[in-house]
């Protein structure tokens, strides 16, 4: 016995059933795992074992003692220089010099896992290349009329896999009824003529939801010593996006040109990518492109425009949404305009962007009012930066454009607050004085009308300040509405003084008064 454990070509050992540690290794072992039989009987199981191998083995090894019930599993071992064994173990318990022991006997079966994995990871390979392309593959034993098709052919035809007679006339029982008779035709008319492959474009139908997808089927045959076709192997190709896009395309040419016809705005088709340009129809405002232009970019756009309005494409592609973007453009006759361009992605029905459609306007005149107003305001602003008053600019929405810096020194806010927070200017005023700016208010912006009021508002250290508003709305030359203007003074001085001159003239009534009535009784 101890010369057949010592001289088998398969790795073993004894070891304490208590302790784990080793009390006899045989050759093999020591050569499989690098330690020499010293080193071996100064380790125990765990120095072998990776930490993920120990809770799999721990149950076996506390097994109850006296239990002689052998144990078979695969697991992982470690050898001295810390590479990684797949191994087959065998266990069985025995008594050993007086103790209770484990006999272990290694099979290595490393290369064998390294083959399972290289091939199944190489059929992952197939089987996602077969997802990726919409390609699978079958074979049609012509001896037996057994079918077999991969599993990429049974998601084409919408079937889960064995969900299916797998014979030649239950294939053709999933073909489109129309293309049923051409189908068999060209597979067995190539029987019959002996050609040696086929091909054809043709219709199926998915039985649970009716859905009809295009396919393209190749076929190649073999024969057998005698010349007779014995086997049939081909491969089923799912073109129905690209059928579908070829009919999107054609579609939506037909709307581009019917788009053209009803629209007064500039009009264009971009690739998917926004590489090419496909069609503009300019309408005098900038040049039309009849034929596909990859240069677009730079016969259109200002240069300083070019950066910001690709980062705005990207985006669009990226989260397939509209694009829509003011910029520069060069006009037909050479000068600069603006544009106000948005596009829109045309998608498959897989969500794959085809194209893109878009309109531009014309919003030059538009810029250059704006560029007017902008004008008329920076003047504005230079004056009233400086002005003790709070001077304000609002835009016909209710939005503040402009707050002069003095509202600080009145409301104990700075400008910036009142411009990112329109509705700060209402909490701030007296709860009996909102009435009557509510009303002001609508009057102004919603009428249109110039007024002026007086109102209370609390500063952030409780305190009331009074201040006198006055507005009026603004216009352009063109009589469009541009906003009001205004202006706030803090007279809580003067309410102050207007308070105790009140007061003081009470007083000296009530006193002029007392001394009537002390005139009067003397006088008696």
């Known amino acids: 016995y101890r010369w057949l454990f010592e001289w088998?070509?398969?790795?073993m050992w004894v070891s304490d059933e208590q302790t784990r540690r080793f009390l006899a290794v045989n050759e093999a072992a020591v050569k499989l795992y690098g330690w020499s039989r010293e080193e071996f009987l100064r380790l125990t199981l765990k120095d072998i074992l990776p930490p993920e191998e120990v809770p799999g083995l721990m149950p076996e090894l506390n097994r109850p003692r006296g239990s002689r019930r052998a144990f078979v599993?695969?697991?992982?071992?470690?050898?001295?220089?810390?590479?990684?064994?797949?191994?087959?173990?065998s266990l069985r318990r025995i008594p050993f010099q007086g103790r209770d022991a484990l006999l272990t006997m290694v099979q290595n079966i490393t290369q064998r896992k390294q083959a399972e994995e290289a091939l199944r990871r190489s059929m992952e390979r197939l089987?996602?290349?077969?997802?990726?392309?919409r390609l699978g593959s079958w074979e049609l034993d012509l001896l037996s009329n057994r079918l077999t098709w991969s599993d990429e052919v049974y998601r084409i035809f919408g079937l889960r896999p064995q969900q299916f007679a797998a014979t030649y006339e239950a294939f053709l029982a999933h073909v489109h009824p129309d293309d049923r008779a051409a189908v068999d035709?060209?597979?067995s008319g190539s029987l019959r003529k002996g050609r040696r492959t086929y091909e054809i474009e043709h219709r199926i139908v998915r039985r649970r939801t009716g859905e009809v997808r295009t396919v393209i089927e190749k076929c190649e045959h073999f024969h057998?010593?005698?010349?007779?076709?014995?086997?049939?192997?081909?491969?089923?190709?799912?073109?129905?996006?690209?059928?579908?896009?070829?009919?999107?395309?054609?579609e939506s040419e037909e709307r581009f040109r019917a788009l053209v016809r009803a629209s007064s705005d500039v009009v264009y088709r971009m690739s998917a990518d926004w590489t090419e340009m496909r069609h503009l129809v300019g309408r005098a405002f900038i040049a039309d492109t009849e034929?596909?232009?990859?240069?677009?970019?730079?016969?259109?756009?200002?240069?300083?425009?070019q950066k910001h309005v690709m980062a705005v494409i990207q985006k669009a592609i990226r989260t397939k949404s509209v694009f829509e973007l003011e910029h520069r453009v060069w006009r037909v006759n050479?000068?600069?305009?603006?544009t106000h361009s948005r596009a829109v992605p045309i998608l498959d029905t897989h969500g794959k962007i085809i194209e893109w459609f878009?309109?531009?306007?014309?919003?030059?005149?538009?810029?250059?009012?704006?560029?007017?107003?902008?004008?008329?305001?920076?003047?504005?602003?230079?004056?009233?930066?400086?002005?003790?008053?709070?001077?304000?600019w609002m835009d016909p929405a209710g939005r503040y454009r402009y707050v002069s810096p003095s509202c600080k020194r009145i409301t104990g806010h700075k400008a910036n607050d009142f411009v990112t927070d329109p509705g700060l200017t209402r909490r701030l005023v007296h709860p009996d004085d909102r009435g009557q700016f509510d009303a002001h208010q609508r009057a102004s912006l919603t009428h249109r009308e110039p007024g002026e009021c007086e109102w209370r508002i609390l500063r952030p250290d409780g305190t009331y300040r009074w201040v006198a508003h006055a507005c009026q709305p603004v216009f352009d030359d063109k009589g469009q509405y541009l906003g009001a203007r205004g202006s706030n003074r803090d007279i809580t001085e003067r309410k102050q003084a207007e308070s105790m001159l009140r007061e003081l003239t009470a007083t000296l009534e009530q006193r002029v008064a007392e001394r009537t009535a002390d005139l009067s009784h003397t006088n008696r």
């Open 8 to 11: 088998t070509p398969s790795p």
């Open 73 to 89: 599993g695969q697991c992982r071992h470690w050898t001295k220089g810390r590479a990684v064994l797949d191994v087959e173990v």
């Open 127 to 133: 089987k996602r290349a077969e997802e990726i392309g």
């Open 185 to 187: 035709a060209a597979y």
């Open 224 to 250: 057998d010593a005698t010349g007779r076709i014995v086997r049939s192997v081909g491969m089923v190709h799912d073109i129905t996006e690209r059928k579908q896009a070829e009919v999107a395309v054609r």
């Open 291 to 305: 034929k596909p232009s990859r240069t677009w970019l730079q016969e259109y756009i200002h240069p300083d425009d």
């Open 334 to 338: 050479g000068s600069l305009g603006w």
């Open 358 to 392: 878009g309109m531009a306007s014309d919003i030059t005149p538009r810029k250059q009012a704006e560029a007017a107003v902008g004008e008329i305001e920076r003047r504005y602003r230079l004056g009233a930066h400086f002005t003790y008053d709070w001077e304000f």
